[in-house]
């Protein structure tokens, strides 16, 4: 089994910034990509940021310039740093990764979520 276990998230100003954490634990074998996705309320849930196992990343419109994802291999970790947040950017955050494990040769999993409300 695997588990993403995601941190970070709150209620922040516009304009501020938040850090989000998600930790892969488990069977894991290798990690492709791991990578971050929001839903908003009534909208589809969207990328936002992604980073594969060699580094390329690739980011919506929307956040490019504004937020960075990162990734520390050694402890299953992605991050993503998130600078001028603007209201349209709340949402609940879900982490994402790309998995090898025992039994599958590659699974994607998901987090639990995360919200992250800007808001005055």
């Known amino acids: 089994q695997v588990q993403l276990v995601e941190s970070g998230g709150g209620l922040v100003q516009p304009g501020g910034s938040l850090r989000l954490s998600c930790a892969a634990s488990g069977s894991i074998v290798s990690i492709y990509s791991m990578g971050w996705y929001r839903q908003a309320p009534g909208k589809e849930r969207e990328l936002v940021a992604l980073?594969?196992?060699?580094?390329?990343?690739n980011y919506a419109d929307s956040v490019k310039g504004r937020f960075t994802i990162s990734r520390d291999n050694a402890k299953n970790t992605v991050y993503l740093q998130m600078n001028s947040l603007k209201p349209e950017d709340t949402a609940v955050y879900y982490c994402n990764a790309l998995i090898r494990t025992e039994r599958s040769y590659a699974n994607p999993y998901w987090g639990q979520g995360t919200q992250v409300t800007v808001s005055s």
């Open positions: 980073m594969d196992n060699i580094g390329r990343t």
